[in-house]
T-cell receptor, first 113, second 110 residues
């Protein structure tokens, strides 16, 4: 599982409230990613980080912000949650050695009422 | 616009059948193509293919990258019920970004 945890694993919130999801890794990987997964859309990249305080936008970044103040933690914030942000959110780390691929956390199911 | 398209969207086969899943891509600065298997949880990595390594095999699964046609196939021979899952294709482009297709849902019946 590449030492990735996500918290919370499930959350129900109301429209307009702020929400922060946390991704934590234990293996000192430089690259971390946030995706959302919705039926019929596969995984869509929200934001990613290539180092502490270094982040970049993905294809569906509107309405989301991220922060990375230390290597092991990558936070995803919904400043004012909307029902369209109801989704399953996956965090991933990118392992540069060997396969240069991504390994995913267990996911967070977020419901915005 | 960058995109990754998988086909078919879904597939139903019987145990023992051979299946071929397709992935085509159109992205800037292609770096690699990856296949993942997703059961009722997070995706798990299967293969990575690059321009320098265009065919991979692991047991009953194999994958080929066609650089000319900008596509890849994932073959599964002698399918088993445990192969039932969503298979995702992803492309790494512009150095650090990954673009995923919408997946092929495979259902293997006993």
């Amino acid at each position: 599982d590449a030492g990735i945890t996500q918290s919370p694993r499930h959350k129900v919130t109301e429209t307009g409230t702020p929400v922060t999801l946390r991704c934590h890794q234990t293996e000192n990987h430089r690259y971390m990613y946030w995706y959302r997964q919705d039926p019929g859309h596969g995984l869509r990249l929200i934001h990613y980080s290539y180092g502490v305080k270094d982040t970049d936008k993905g294809e569906v970044s509107d309405g989301y912000s991220v922060s990375r103040s230390k290597t092991e933690d990558f936070l995803l914030t919904l400043e004012s949650a909307t029902s369209s942000q109801t989704s399953v959110y996956f965090c991933a780390i990118r392992e540069l050695a060997d396969t240069d691929t991504q390994y995913f956390g267990p996911g967070t199911r977020l419901t915005v009422l | 616009e960058d995109k990754v398209v998988q086909s078919p969207l879904s597939l139903v086969v019987h145990e023992g059948d051979t299946v071929t899943l397709n992935c085509s891509y159109e992205v800037t600065n292609f770096r690699s193509l990856l296949w993942y298997k997703q059961e009722k949880k997070a995706p798990t990595f299967l293969f990575m293919l690059t321009s320098s390594g265009i065919e991979k095999k692991s047991g009953r699964l194999s994958s080929i990258l066609d650089k000319k046609e900008l596509s890849s196939i994932l073959n599964i021979t002698a399918t088993q019920t445990g192969d039932s899952a969503i298979y995702l294709c992803a492309v790494r482009y512009n150095f650090n970004k990954f673009y995923f297709g919408s997946g092929t849902k495979l259902n293997v019946k006993p």
